[in-house]
C-alpha cells in the first residue's frame, strides 16, 4: 500500500505519455515524464514522494520536499485564494494550508511553522499552522543528555516552544534562553527532561562538564574580543552575564571557577582578566 505523503520504494508498472505508473494495478502513482531516466524501465524500483494533487490523485517525485506528513518546516505562503493558503514546500504543486487549519490568517509572502499532514476524509496531504495534536509522543527514543535539533515555533509563559527532531513538542524555559529566538529559528539543544506528559524540557547548554567546557572558550573568546578584561564577576546580574556571554549566571561562576583553579584567569576589582 502506498503511503501519502511520505517516501516510497515503488515497482514501475508501465510508462504512459503522462508519465510514469508506479505501485500496483490496484494502486499507482504517476511520475511525472519530465522525472523519467532514459533508461527507467518496467519492473525498475524507485525510491519516490507520494502526494496528492487535484482530487486525490496520487503524484510520485524525485524531489525532496521540505517536510513530510508527521513534520514540520518554516514555510513561505506563495498564494491566498478564498479557500486558504498555498506554501513552498519544495515540490511543483504547492501544499496547502485550509483556512480552519490556519492559527492566524495567513499572508501572501510571510513564513510560518507548519505541519504535514493527511487530510483524514479527502487522503490529501494538507498543512496546518494549528500544531495542537500534531507532535509525535513517542519520546521513548529520547534521554536527558541527547543532542537535539530544535524549530522554534511560538511562545508561552514559561518560554519559547520548539518542535525536536521535526517531530516532538519541547520548551526552552526563560532561564534557558539567552538570545532573542524567533519562530523559524534553527539551532541545536539539549534534552534536560523528558517528560511524562511527552513533552521534552529542552536546556541551550551541554550538560555537566561539557557545558562547563563550552563556557570556558567562550568567556576566554570573550576576554580576547575585549582586549583582556571583562567587568563580569559573582556578584553580576545574571541577566549582564546572559547578555554578554549568552550563558547563565550558574555555568559562569563554574566556568570562572575552573579558570581560576587552572590560572587562566585572575579575578580582578568588579571582573576577571585573562593571563597569558
Not at 149 to 170: F, K, M, P, S, T
Not at 189 to 201: A, F, M, T, Y
Amino acid at each position: 500500500m502506498i503511503e501519502i505523503g511520505r517516501h516510497n520504494t515503488l515497482p514501475v508498472l508501465r510508462i504512459e505519455d503522462r508519465g510514469a505508473l508506479l505501485g500496483s494495478e490496484d494502486q499507482w502513482a504517476i511520475l511525472p515524464r519530465r522525472e523519467i531516466a532514459e533508461d527507467l524501465e518496467p519492473g525498475h524500483t524507485l525510491r519516490v514522494f507520494v502526494y496528492t494533487v487535484g482530487d486525490g490523485v496520487l503524484m510520485a517525485t524525485t524531489l525532496e520536499p521540505l517536510a513530510a506528513v508527521g513534520d514540520f518546516a518554516y514555510l513561505q505562503v506563495v498564494d491566498v485564494n478564498e479557500h486558504g493558503a498555498f506554501v513552498d514546500w519544495g515540490l511543483p504543486k504547492d501544499l496547502f494550508v485550509p483556512f480552519g487549519n490556519q492559527y492566524a490568517p495567513m499572508e501572501k509572502g510571510a513564513s510560518y511553522v507548519v505541519g504535514v499532514r493527511v487530510h483524514h476524509r479527502t487522503q490529501r496531504v494538507v498543512g496546518a499552522s494549528v500544531l495542537a495534536g500534531m507532535f509525535d509522543d513517542d519520546i521513548s527514543r529520547l534521554s536527558p543528555g541527547d543532542k537535539v535539533d530544535l524549530l522554534v515555533y511560538g511562545y508561552n509563559e514559561h518560554g519559547i516552544q520548539v518542535i525536536v527532531n521535526r517531530r516532538h513538542a519541547g520548551l526552552v524555559y526563560h532561564d534557558q534562553t539567552f538570545a532573542r529566538l524567533k519562530p523559524g529559528d534553527e539551532l541545536e539543544g539539549w534534552v534536560s527532561v523528558v517528560r511524562d506528559d511527552h513533552r521534552l524540557d529542552i536546556s541551550m547548554q551541554r550538560p555537566g562538564r561539557g557545558g562547563v567546557d563550552d563556557a570556558c572558550t567562550r568567556i576566554l573568546a570573550a576576554l580576547d574580543a575585549a582586549g583582556g578584561e571583562l567587568p563580569l564577576h559573582d556578584k553580576s546580574r545574571p541577566e549582564s552575564i546572559s547578555r554578554a556571554l549568552q550563558m547563565s549566571k550558574k555555568v559562569f561562576k563554574q566556568a570562572v571557577g575552573r579558570l581560576y583553579r587552572n590560572r587562566r584567569i585572575e579575578l580582578i576589582e568588579g571582573g576577571i582578566r585573562k593571563l597569558g
